[in-house]
């Protein structure tokens, strides 16, 4: 079982001990990138927006509370817990008030997002800043397409946050995005709602499609093919209705722990599965695992699945190219999987995974090679030789929510445990993770 304290440096000391399978079903929270996306769509929308299952967690809360500071009106207000449902009352495309600072807290999907729509208010003023993990996450990614469309963003030491956006009139580009980033991608057809004229954004691979499905939704005059996205300006935004699925990117962390821990079976109910999300489905039955996947969506709107694990041997794979965006934020608890496999598994094109909450290949290369995995890391990803299992022993979550998650899951299938210092991370994305696994595991 697992127990947990307050430690004495600045965050909470969780320890997780080996308890023997996981079993029972669960319905993770709510998905964060779908979440940030009601909030901001539903602010630039010219009515108001039903939101239903809203994430409850510290990345969605910044991202919530700035749409209110911009003018958005969210009833009722979110206090202690979230409302099961809430409206947003739009302020429209080129309707947010002037605000001094912005904060963002931790939320890089939100520091990436907002300017997009900001950057093309003319006469409003803003400046957005977050923790000091923010300050260390490129936003020059998003200001220079802007600044092509005409915006006018300071950016720190030419690259961080705290930026300062001066609202213009922007007018529509083609960009082909030099990384494969969904936040990039979503900020300029953001910019390009109220831009003159189209603006294109080219993609070399996909990425998560979230903003195009409920652009298209509120009635975007948008248009898609493979590789490419074009907004035409203009069109009436409405998004009446979103109700969020769970979150694919939280379950993975069952998904790995039912798969590796002998004797598991779980079932995650009513989990979003967009295409653009399942690369960790894909990786694992390469791997060998035994996961079902059952439709229950009606072919509208973002798809939903039950999710079926059980425990399974698993071998070594090798991920990279057009795989990498459809499992970036579930490549760390993808590598733990490597650790219990058979033989090799390689992790490549994946750089970006250093630009994430923390250097997550620096910090999982450290963190397991820490439990006893036998793993090195790459320029671009990591190596690891599978050896069926690991020691166990202690890990420093460096406030990235996806590395306290990991730690634990590599406690209860480790034959000593894991301690993870800075546990309290996990709220950024997924607030009740240690209740959930604790009853799952009995
Ligand atoms: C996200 C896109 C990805 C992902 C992040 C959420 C989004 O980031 O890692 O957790 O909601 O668009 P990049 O766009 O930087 O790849």
Not at 22 to 27: C, I, K, M, Q, R
Not at 211 to 218: H, Y
């Amino acid at each position: 079982m697992s127990g947990h304290e307050i430690g004495l440096d600045d965050g909470e000391r969780a320890v997780f001990r080996p308890a023997g399978p996981l079993t029972g079903s669960l319905v993770p929270p709510a998905d964060k990138s779908i979440s940030h996306r009601a909030a901001i769509i539903g602010a630039i929308a010219d009515g108001p927006t039903l939101v239903v299952n809203y994430l409850d967690s510290d990345d969605t809360r910044s991202t919530l509370s700035a749409v209110a500071g911009l003018g958005a009106m969210v009833n009722p207000e979110p206090l202690n817990a979230m409302p099961e449902q809430f409206t947003i009352e739009g302020v429209g495309p080129t309707g947010p008030r002037s605000l001094g600072r912005i904060d963002v807290g931790n939320a890089g999907t939100l520091m990436r997002l907002l300017p997009g729509w900001l950057a093309g208010c003319d006469g409003g003023l803003w400046r957005m800043d977050g923790d000091a993990s923010i300050r260390k996450r490129p936003v020059d990614r998003v200001a220079i397409p802007l600044r092509e469309m005409g915006a006018e963003i300071e950016v720190t030491g030419e690259r961080f946050p705290p930026i300062r956006i001066d609202g213009h009139r922007l007018h529509g580009i083609t960009y082909e995005l030099p990384v494969a980033s969904a936040q990039v991608k979503s900020c300029v057809l953001l910019a390009g709602l109220s831009a003159e004229g189209p603006t294109t954004v080219i993609e070399p691979v996909a990425t998560r499609d979230h903003t195009e499905v409920m652009l298209a939704a509120a009635g975007a005059d948008i248009e898609r093919s493979p590789g490419r996205v074009t907004i035409n300006p203009g069109a009436q935004l409405e998004l009446d209705e979103v109700e969020v699925p769970a979150d694919i990117s939280s379950a993975a962390f069952f998904i790995v722990a039912a798969s590796i821990v002998e004797g598991s079976r779980v079932v995650i109910d009513r989990c979003g599965v967009n295409p653009t999300r399942t690369g960790i489905i894909d990786i694992l039955r390469r791997m060998g695992a035994d996961i079902e996947v059952e439709p229950l969506s009606d072919g509208k709107g973002e798809p939903i699945a039950r999710i079926t694990i059980t425990a399974a041997p698993l071998t070594g794979t090798r991920i990279e190219g057009a795989e990498i965006p459809l499992a970036i934020d579930e490549l760390p608890i993808i590598a733990l999987a490597a650790c219990f496999a058979e033989g090799e598994t390689v992790i490549a094109d994946a750089e970006e995974l250093k630009a994430k909450e923390s250097d997550r290949i620096a910090v999982v290369v450290g963190a397991l090679a820490g439990f006893g995995a036998n793993i090195e890391a790459r320029d671009d990803g990591m190596r690891v030789i599978g050896t069926g299992g690991l020691r166990g022993g202690s890990v420093d979550s460096h406030g990235d929510h996806r590395i306290a998650m990991l730690g634990a899951i590599a406690g209860i299938a480790s034959q000593e445990g894991v301690t993870v210092d800075g546990m309290d991370a996990a709220a950024v994305s997924y607030p009740n993770f240690q209740q959930d696994l604790a009853r799952l595991q009995g």
